[in-house]
Each structure stands twice: as structure tokens, then as C-alpha cells.
């Protein structure tokens, strides 16, 4: 190019010479130059014009034909045009494959901007959220998903967990939200339809909620029959009268093991409002203290209750009853004789606590992230002598779960376990100075 452009400025000086040289034979140089300059601009400008009418076209038909510095020049503009059309032909090959790919997808895939803005949405975000390609670009996300529990969920910007929702489209449908932050502020979120998990999980739980039920009245009967044998038997079978107390016994941990699967289907159902009332935590500690020590006679526990009694927390008075009193039971349970239990109730800035510490048999560090699914036991070996129906844990977590509080277990195999329940501030019951009966 610098070539062309060298030859083509020689070529105009060596015009000038000649006109300049011309001029000045015949006297007038001045006229001379103007006789090749003049000419020469008019040849620019005709040139100039060809190239913006054709670069005006698009520059999408051959380039002007033209030779030297201005031939080259316009070849150069055609090739790099051409290769910027390539470019962005094969963009948006790529942009249209990854469309269809994300159309394929049967979730659908959301993206988000810094403002809570929809920016762009897959073909299911139609077909499962409703989202119109037109009218719903650019409107803020919780305009059209406006489920509270969903807008909290996504103002709250904690997405470590998904959340499930029923379809503002067909209530039939479950939908599970899961978002991604990334970028500047901006979210993707992706929403698939668990209706058949939900389904299943739902069958489960009637299942197991309708043949505790039902065989609830069969063993009334088997243990009211069995009572009234042992009752009635004579001193001179002691054979029979021992074989009876063990199925009296039997029937006894089927009805407690009845009672917690009815207790955990009852708290697993979403169905039920909770009623969040003001609990009397004390007083419900009062008397699991009273009812631990007239169970704890045997082992002579040293039990020690250590509670704010002023402090009133919102929440379900039977459902709290029933974790708090799993817990002591627990720690009687896992405790030697003579061993020391403490049951502590007490709130910081950071949350309100309830903690059951013993120094009993303790649990190993691999078992802790399992203890509170059903039927999970640290020592298999133990459980028979225990008298535990293995749901104490689960049920401690889903009442937990209710609360929005968490369970926190440290233990020690050989040194014991501290249980505790963190509740969160917003539970308390702001009153000064109450007092407890
Ligand atoms: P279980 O009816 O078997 O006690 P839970 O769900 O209440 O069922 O507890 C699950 C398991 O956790 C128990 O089997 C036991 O191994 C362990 N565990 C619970 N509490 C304690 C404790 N205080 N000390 C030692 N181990 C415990």
C-alpha cells in the first residue's frame, strides 16, 4: 500500500514538474501548477465520490474500478468487509445454535439483570412461567412472579438452597426455582417442573401417615387384651405371665413408634398453618425438667436447669413441647448412670438458644451429618436396649425447620454431647420483665 501510495505521489510530482516546467517557458509557472492541480483534485473528488457511494451501498457489490494507491485501497475495504461479514454470520450461527440448544431444554433457563430486570428467557420460561416474548422484556422479574414466598426468596439473595413453589399457571404443577448469581448483579435462574418428585414424596407420606392410623386400633386391642391377661393370670404360670409382660412391652414401643411416624407426617405436611403464638419456653422446660427427674430415678442423673425465664418466643407451643422434650429424653437415654445433664435456655444479638449438654456416651464425628434422618442410629447395637423409636432427631429437625431455627450437635465419643437449637431473634416476644409460673 505505502508502494502504490509512493508511485502514485511521484506520479503527481513529476505532473507538477512538468506543468510548473511548461508554465515557466512560456512565463507563466503559477498557471502551470493550476493546469495539473486543478484536474488532478477533480480526479480525487470523482474518486472519493465512487468510494462513499459504494461504501454507502453496503459495500456489498465489486468496488469501484479504479488502479494505483486508490485500487488498492478500495480491495483492501472489500476484503476487510468481507471478512467482518463472515464474522458476524458465524456469531450469529453460534448465537442461533445455543438458542436452540437452550430451547431444547425442558427447564427453563431465565436470565436476569443487576435490576431484577427479565433480559432474556428459553422457550419453556414461556411454557412454564408464562412469560411473553413481546410484552413481559425489561419488566422487573417479581411483577410477574409475584408469589411473596418467591420474592422474598429472591430479594433475600440467599440461593444456596432451590425453592419450591405450586404454578400460578396450574396449581396441579410444582415448580422448583434455583438461581445463580453472576456477573455484575445479574441472575440466572433455572425452573423445572418437580410435580411427579413432589407426587411420590406426597404418596410416601400418606402412606406411611394411613397405616400408622390404621394400625393404631389393632394394637389398642392386642394391648388391651394383654393387660387384662396379665391382670388376671395366676402366680403358678410365671412363664406365661413373662412372655405376656414382653409382648405387653413390644406393643408399648409399636404405640410410641406409631405415635412419632403420625407426629413426623403431621409436621411434614405443608397443608397445616402453623399458629405462631407467644410460647412459654420456661414453663414448657419446667415441666420436662419435672417429668425427666421422676423418669431418671434409676440413674440418678445430676439434671441442671439453666433458663432465662423471661424469655417468650413465637412459635407452635406442642410441636416446640415435643423437640425440647426429645432432646432431654435423648440425653437420659445416652447417659450412665450418675452422669450430669444440663438444660439451658438463654438469648444473645445473634439468636435464642436452646441447649441440652450431658456428658454421657457421646456420638462419633462421622454419624453427626446423618443423626437426624429416620431410623439413623450411631450404635445399631444400642438401639434395642434404648427404647428409642429413631424418629426423636427427625422430628427435632422438622419442628426446627418450622421455626426457621437450626440444629447444632457437638460431640465427643466418651465426653458427651451438647444439642443446640438456634432460634432466630425475630422470634422473641419482646417483653420486659415477664414473669414465668
Ligand atoms: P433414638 O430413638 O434411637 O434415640 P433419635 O432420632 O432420637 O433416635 O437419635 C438418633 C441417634 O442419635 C440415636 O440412636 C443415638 O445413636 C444418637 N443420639 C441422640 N442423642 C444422643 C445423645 N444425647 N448422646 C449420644 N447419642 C445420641
Redesign the pocket.
Known amino acids: 500500500m505505502l508502494r502504490e501510495w509512493r508511485i502514485e505521489f511521484n506520479q503527481f510530482l513529476l505532473l507538477l514538474a512538468i506543468g510548473g516546467g511548461g508554465g515557466w517557458m512560456l512565463g507563466y509557472p503559477g498557471v502551470g501548477f493550476a493546469l495539473i492541480s486543478v484536474p488532478y483534485c477533480l480526479w480525487l473528488l470523482f474518486r472519493i465520490k465512487d468510494m462513499s457511494r459504494w461504501l454507502k451501498s453496503g459495500a456489498e457489490s465489486d468496488p469501484p474500478e479504479s488502479t494505483g494507491v486508490w485500487g488498492n485501497m478500495l480491495d483492501q475495504l472489500y476484503q476487510l468487509q468481507r471478512r467482518y461479514k463472515a464474522d458476524i454470520n458465524n456469531l450469529h450461527q453460534i448465537i442461533t445454535r445455543a438458542q436452540q440448544s437452550t430451547d431444547a431444554i425442558k427447564d427453563a433457563v431465565v436470565v436476569v439483570n443487576k435490576h431484577g430486570d427479565l433480559e432474556w428467557w428459553n422457550e419453556a420460561g414461556g411454557r412454564l412461567l408464562g412469560l411473553k416474548v413481546k410484552s413481559d422484556r425489561g419488566q422487573s422479574l417479581t411483577n410477574l412472579l409475584r408469589d411473596p414466598r418467591f420474592i422474598q426468596y429472591f430479594e433475600a439473595g440467599n440461593f444456596d438452597k432451590p425453592l419450591d413453589l405450586p404454578s400460578t399457571l396450574n396449581p396441579n404443577v410444582v415448580l422448583q426455582f434455583q438461581i445463580t448469581a453472576f456477573g455484575d448483579g445479574e441472575r440466572l435462574m433455572v425452573t423445572r417442573d418437580v410435580s411427579r418428585i413432589h407426587h411420590l414424596e406426597k404418596m410416601r407420606q400418606d402412606f406411611v401417615a394411613n397405616v400408622s392410623h390404621e394400625l393404631r386400633t389393632p394394637l389398642t386391642v392386642i394391648k388391651g387384651y394383654l393387660e387384662t391377661f396379665i391382670d388376671t393370670l395366676n402366680s403358678d404360670q410365671p412363664h406365661l405371665k413373662r412372655g405376656l409382660s414382653q409382648m405387653h412391652q413390644q406393643t408399648q414401643r409399636m404405640e410410641l413408634l406409631i405415635n412419632d411416624l403420625l407426629l413426623l407426617a403431621r409436621l411434614e405436611s405443608d397443608d397445616k398453618e402453623r399458629t405462631m403464638t407467644p410460647v412459654s419456653v420456661p414453663k414448657i422446660l419446667r415441666q420436662i425438667h419435672n417429668d425427666a427427674l421422676a423418669i431418671n430415678e434409676s440413674k440418678q442423673h445430676k439434671i441442671i436447669l439453666d433458663i432465662d425465664t423471661n424469655l417468650i418466643i413465637y412459635g407452635d407451643e406442642n410441636e416446640l413441647r415435643s423437640a425440647f422434650s426429645?432432646l432431654m429424653m435423648?440425653?437420659i437415654?445416652?447417659?450412665p448412670e450418675n452422669g450430669r445433664i444440663e438444660l439451658r435456655w438463654w438469648a444473645d444479638e445473634e439468636g435464642v438458644y436452646l441447649e441440652?449438654e450431658?456428658d454421657?456416651?457421646?456420638?462419633d464425628e462421622k454419624?453427626l451429618p446423618r443423626?437426624?434422618e429416620r431410623f439413623?442410629?450411631?450404635?445399631q447395637s444400642?438401639?434395642a436396649k434404648?427404647g428409642?423409636?429413631?424418629?426423636?432427631?427427625?422430628i427435632v429437625k422438622h419442628v426446627l425447620l418450622h421455626h426457621d431455627a437450626k440444629l447444632e450437635i457437638v460431640?465427643d465419643p466418651g465426653e458427651g454431647?451438647v444439642?443446640t437449637c438456634r432460634f432466630p431473634t425475630r422470634l422473641t416476644v419482646k417483653k420486659e420483665n415477664q414473669s414465668v409460673a
Open positions: 426429645n435423648n440425653a437415654k445416652y447417659t441440652v450431658d454421657g456416651i457421646g456420638i454419624h443423626l437426624t439413623y442410629r450411631a450404635d444400642r438401639h434404648s428409642g423409636t429413631g424418629l426423636g432427631l427427625a460431640s454431647s444439642f
